[in-house]
T-cell receptor, first 111, second 113 residues
Framework: QKEVEQDPGPLSVPEGAIVSLNCTYS??????FMWYRQYSRKGPELLMY????GNKEDGRFTAQVDKSSKYISLFIRDSQPSDSATYLC???????????FGRGTSLIVHP | DTAVSQTPKYLVTQMGNDKSIKCEQN?????MYWYKQDSKKFLKIMFS???????INETVPNRFSPKSPDKAHLNLHINSLELGDSAVYFC????????????FGPGTRLTVT
């Protein structure tokens, strides 16, 4: 079992839909949780990071962490075709700044 | 203005050859990284340098040798290339070794035939 599990998709939604992207993990030592967006043939870019359980909102994006269930989510409201990309979750243990990545979920938002 | 650049973007070569990938960042960051993204899209850290000093060296074959001539540059040399080395290699940088935000380059797609 991988430390970080993420469904590769693809997830196809119509423009304007609310998107839910999820990861589960097995290592209870993970404390910091991140979401990266990777466009085709580009490097990943950090979207958001959160510490411990709870929600964090940034514009149309909300990151949610449930440490008791070892489950994290990224919600995208009012999705746009420009949101079409691969979304990678990542997490680090306390004292480490090197993330362990999920394999990414491919999102397609069609007009 | 490209923040983190890599050359070449594509590299096709035969087994047994030696090749290098170059990375440069113009962000003034102290820390640089090499990641490998395999065919299943998993992104894994290979090396990290802070101010030209190696600080992270994951379990990577010693055919891979990073070099940092200055803190703006981090190169990756690979000897005796194998089919399993085919992947996308990403360079990244961060302000320092205690920062979560890393800036990635566009990647170098290496194909070994």
């Amino acid at each position: 079992q991988k430390e970080v599990e993420q469904d590769p998709g693809p997830l196809s939604v119509p423009e304007g839909a609310i998107v839910s992207l999820n990861c589960t993990y097995s290592n209870s030592a993970f404390q910091y949780f991140m979401w990266y967006r990777q466009y085709s043939r580009k490097g990943p870019e950090l979207l958001m990071y959160t510490y411990s359980s709870g929600n964090k909102e940034d514009g149309r994006f909300t990151a949610q962490v449930d440490k008791s269930s070892k489950y994290i989510s990224l919600f995208i409201r009012d999705s746009q075709p420009s949101d079409s990309a691969t979304y990678l979750c990542a997490m680090t243990q306390g004292g480490s700044y090197i993330p362990t990545f999920g394999r990414g979920t491919s999102l397609i938002v069609h007009p | 203005d490209t923040a983190v650049s890599q050359t070449p973007k594509y590299l096709v070569t035969q087994m047994g050859n030696d090749k290098s990938i170059k990375c440069e960042q113009n962000l003034g960051h102290d820390t640089m990284y090499w990641y490998k993204q395999d065919s299943k899209k998993f992104l894994k850290i290979m090396f990290s340098y802070n101010n030209k000093e190696l600080i992270i060296n994951e379990t990577v074959p010693n055919r891979f040798s990073p070099k940092s001539p200055d803190k703006a540059h981090l190169n990756l040399h690979i000897n005796s290339l194998e089919l399993g080395d085919s992947a996308v290699y990403f360079c990244a940088s961060s302000q320092d070794a205690f920062t979560y935000e890393q800036y990635f380059g566009p990647g170098t797609r290496l194909t070994v035939t």
